[in-house]
């Protein structure tokens, strides 16, 4: 993979995040050329200029202290160790790859002030897959990541900890093991890797993936609720949805659609309507199917721009200060992703209401219990899971309070009005983690409940699509007859979802290896 100025795009990034990607190198030529002409010319402004923010200043309310020139060195290092106060969880290994790929994609628009040097040492990073541990906690999303993302810059430096070959070690210790000699970061260079939005960008990413493949399996589990209530397939028919032309919301439909044969009940008047869960599902889908068009364009506009300060015009040799760092865009990406994917949720909840309880599920049994005869009456089905795919939907929709709308002013009022990008870009993590429980929770289910229909009719129509999801998930989640724990098989079932392991519709984006 060529580094150059080229645009990188989600799935670059997701390349990089799940360690599939080739190589990274970068290009020669007039790209970096151009990169050096920008350090060497913010090198020389510092040393016949006055003040230049980050570089012959201290730092944010500090900006006006002036540091003198035997300092500058010492500056960059002190920046990267008065931030390492990140707490919380630390970001899983995929999530800092992702940090490294989105930092290295905004300094490479040779707008930053570093040298060629550093992106390569970052390259060489990622290449090695030393990937510097980062916690999750600590931004306010400006300026930019500057906790989280000093520690990219102190790992440069040969501090704080790393993941690699397979478990988390001091940085120092790996350095010396491979022989590499910590990068040494020139005035302002530091800054430029600080100050910046890549942690949310990165998690934005990620999120995003997961989305697009839960759009597409709500799709296949709603297909599967619809078989197993003997639901009305033309509630999908394509010429009802070319009268709302909502792209995203005709795509659901259409894969559901595409999902089910016309069969016999199409036109009965028991199902004349199916309940909302059913009938209005592409409506619930494809708000976040169109949602996600705006949202990849908006986080890959974010990957691809200069995002710290100051800011080099290289042609007309400035250095311009600015906010770029404000992470507003990808807050608002975060924010409104989480509402439309825990709206899901709450939909595909509702769908195994329907299945469970003997009042609406057409006939199938209390819970969806698979237990027969004298059994049936000690036996509970899935009464419990349904309770869990509950808490799991009460807790997604109890995250969805927009976090950009909670700026703090903080850094004695310099950083007044924040964008809370970062904390936003893991409340969708978390809202997405939860909702693929409430999937895995639903798929289980819906097959279970196909699999009892089948049983009372003696075989259903299955389209090819669903009998094959069918039989995969029931490879991996025997016919619960009898009261079992089923932990062990939803975690199976996570597994396969995180992974993406279900290939569920031919118009699906590509997706990174994985």
């Not at 500090?62 to 003198?68: R, Y």
């Not at 290994?93 to 490294?100: D, F, H, I, P, Q």
């Not at 889908?285 to 800011?311: F, Q, T």
């Not at 895995?440 to 090819?464: I, K």
Request: aromatic share 6%; proline share 4%; charged share 20%.
């Amino acid at each position: 993979m060529r580094i150059s100025d080229a645009k990188w795009t989600v799935e670059d990034v997701l390349r990089v995040a799940h360690n599939a990607a080739t190589p990274l190198a970068l290009e020669g030529g007039a790209w970096r050329a151009r990169i050096e002409a920008g350090a060497a010319f913010l090198q020389r402004e510092r040393e016949t200029k006055g003040a230049i923010y980050g570089v012959t200043t201290g730092f944010g309310d500090s900006c006006e202290v002036t540091v003198a020139p035997e300092q500058h060195g010492q500056l960059p290092i002190n920046l990267t160790r008065f931030h390492g106060c990140g707490l919380g969880r630390e970001l899983s290994v995929e999530a800092c790859r992702a940090v490294l790929a989105t930092r290295l994609a905004s300094l490479a628009r040779g707008c930053s002030g570093v040298r060629v040097s550093l992106l390569e040492f970052l390259a060489d990073l990622i290449n090695r897959d030393i990937i510097p541990v980062i916690p999750e906690e600590g931004s306010v999303g400006a300026s930019g990541d500057l906790t989280p993302l000093s520690y990219v810059a102190a790992v440069m430096l040969g501090e704080r900890r790393v993941y690699y070959d397979g478990g988390v070690h001091d940085t120092g210790d790996v350095f010396e093991r491979l022989g590499v000699e910590p990068y040494r970061l020139l005035p302002k260079e530091s800054l430029a890797i600080m100050n910046g939005t890549s942690v949310m960008t990165a998690l934005n990413c990620l999120a995003y993936d997961k989305a697009v493949y839960l759009q597409a399996l709500a799709c296949r589990i709603t297909a599967l609720a619809t078989e197993a209530l003997v639901g009305n397939r033309g509630h999908f028919d394509p010429v009802l949805f070319a009268m709302k032309p909502f792209p995203g919301q005709a795509a659901a439909a259409a894969r559901i659609y595409g999902d089910l044969y016309p069969v016999q009940h199409d036109d009965s008047r028991d199902h004349l309507q199916n309940r909302y869960s059913i009938r209005c599902a592409p409506h619930v889908i494809g708000v976040l199917s169109d949602a996600l068009v705006w949202m990849k364009e908006h986080i890959e506009i974010e990957l691809n721009s200069v995002n710290d300060n100051p800011v080099i015009d290289v042609d007309g040799e400035r250095i311009l200060h600015g906010g770029h760092f404000y992470g507003g865009h990808m807050a608002f990406v975060a924010d409104a992703l989480k509402v439309a994917v825990a709206n899901v949720a709450d939909l595909l909840d509702r769908q195994l209401a329907l299945l469970v309880d003997y009042r609406t599920s057409q006939g199938l049994p209390k819970c969806l219990s698979g237990a027969q005869d004298v059994d049936a009456s000690i036996n509970h089905g899935l009464k419990a899971l349904q309770i869990g795919v509950s808490a799991w939907t009460a807790e997604a929709l109890k995250g969805t309070m927009p976090a950009s709308v909670f700026s703090r002013s903080t850094e004695c009022h310099n950083q007044d009005k924040v964008s809370m990008g970062t904390i936003a870009a893991r409340d969708a993590l978390r809202v997405i983690e939860l909702t693929e429980q409430v999937a895995a929770g639903c798929l289980l289910s819906s097959v279970q409940a196909v699999r009892l229909r089948e049983r009372e009719s003696q075989g259903l129509t299955l389209t090819p699509a669903l009998r094959q999801m069918v039989e995969s998930v029931a490879e991996l989640v025997p016919l619960v007859e009898q009261d079992r724990a089923l932990e062990g098989e939803l975690r199976m079932l996570l597994s396969k979802i995180g992974s993406q392991h279900w290939k569920l519709y031919p118009s699906q984006d590509e997706e990174a290896p994985r």
